[in-house]
């Protein structure tokens, strides 16, 4: 019985990962809604529930090295996306229309006023930067997830 709740959370980490990539690669061509985010997101939170659940002493071991260098990878790119996102908008936390104007805003304070475009384009650049997070982090709990067994080390995910 102690098997399902990690086979669950496996799946549930698979699922988040395979909607957060199709979530960011959609996000380059089309809109994607900020809310649509936290579908990966309740997945992965689901998959960490069900990992705490089992609490396998094999929970932890390293995965393989190859996937351990893709995890770097997307761990990096996660990490460009962001800074990416932090210089095009200045360090804002929001954007908003004051008196006409599109201004970004840091909490309650205007950091400065932007264009029509960088104003749509927060949204989706927010959206990115956290897709970019959740399927690092979707990874990351999958190549430690118990349903992996010794298959994390060898570098091979067969179900």
């Keep these: 019985m102690r098997q399902f709740p990690g086979k669950l959370g496996f799946a549930f980490s698979i699922t988040g990962a395979a909607i957060g990539l199709f979530l960011h690669v959609a996000m380059f061509f089309t809109t994607i809604p900020l809310p649509w985010i ?13 990992g705490q659940a089992v609490k396998a002493g094999r929970r932890y071991q390293k995965p393989a090295r190859n996937w351990k260098l893709f995890g770097y990878a997307a761990l990096g790119y996660a990490v460009l996306t962001f800074v990416y996102f932090y210089r095009t908008m200045g360090g804002a936390s929001g954007v908003s229309i004051v008196d ?6 840091y909490q ?52």
């Design 38 to 50: 936290l579908v990966p997101f309740a997945l992965l939170f689901a998959a960490v529930g069900c």
């Design 100 to 105: 006409g104007r599109y201004v970004s805003m």
């Design 108 to 159: 309650d304070r205007i950091l400065s006023t932007i264009t029509e475009t960088q104003y749509r384009m927060f949204p989706i650049l927010l959206s990115r930067v956290m897709s970019a997070w959740i399927g690092m982090t979707a990874f990351f709990y999958l190549t430690q997830s118990p349903a992996m067994g010794d298959r994390g080390r060898s570098g091979s995910l067969v179900f």
